[in-house]
């Protein structure tokens, strides 16, 4: 428990002296996890819910101050019907879990107007309850990074835009409010963005982890964090 609790006070220092703000997540393996354990791929998704709760409690304890995770892609929509529902079903059960959160301001990004009309009501409302709280968690669900530049783009037309800055884009993307993340971690053994915060990456520390999303521990992010205190981030510069 000492031990633990040491571990914790280390890491919380490091985030604050490391400056990490923002950690976004690509939860990828809840199929693998659920395969080689003979479970349906719905019992990965399960497990991989439990773990998103756990890991983004423990982001919010050591102080990162923004978690975004990967919940839903555009291009999810293509997998079985059954997984979809599923899907759809954990983001619904995953509202009633959220209400109870006293300190987590909840966005959905993405496009809700393709999600059932009751569900995307509830998702309004968990918006609506938890506005201006001291820990953001974003969550992307029927999320596109370039659907998302060109849904910026057209609201900022519509608005009368002949001509857009970069400042006018990050200010139209789902994301507006939120600094671009520190650093975005992928677990599953793949290594890609898959479409993940294509405008927010730009200038991203990557972390790719072999473990399949519902392993990934509280130490996995502590890893994660000290790896990204030892980045030497330029931006550009030198
Ligand atoms: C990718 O694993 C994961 C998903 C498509 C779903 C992620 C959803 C959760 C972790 C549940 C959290 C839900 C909410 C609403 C926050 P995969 O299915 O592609 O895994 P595989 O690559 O092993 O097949």
Redesign the pocket.
Known sequence: MLFKKKINADVRELVKTSGLAHVAF??????????SRGLP?EA???A??K??KTVMRYCRDIGIRYVT?????TE?WK?PES?VRA?MR??DS?IDVAKEENDVEYLFIGDKTAIESAIRARMDELENMTAARPFRLN?A?NYGGRAEIVHAVNSLVSEGAVSVTEDDISRALYTDGCPDPDIIVRT?A?FRLSNFLMWQSAYSELFFSDK???DFSKRDVDRVVEEFSRRKRRFGGL
């Open positions: 690509i939860m990828d393996g809840n199929g693998r996890w659920a395969s791929r990965g998704h399960r991989g819910a773990n998103f995770v990967y919940a839903f892609s999810n997998r997984e899907l954990l983001l995953e969550i669900f599953g793949e399949m999303w519902p």
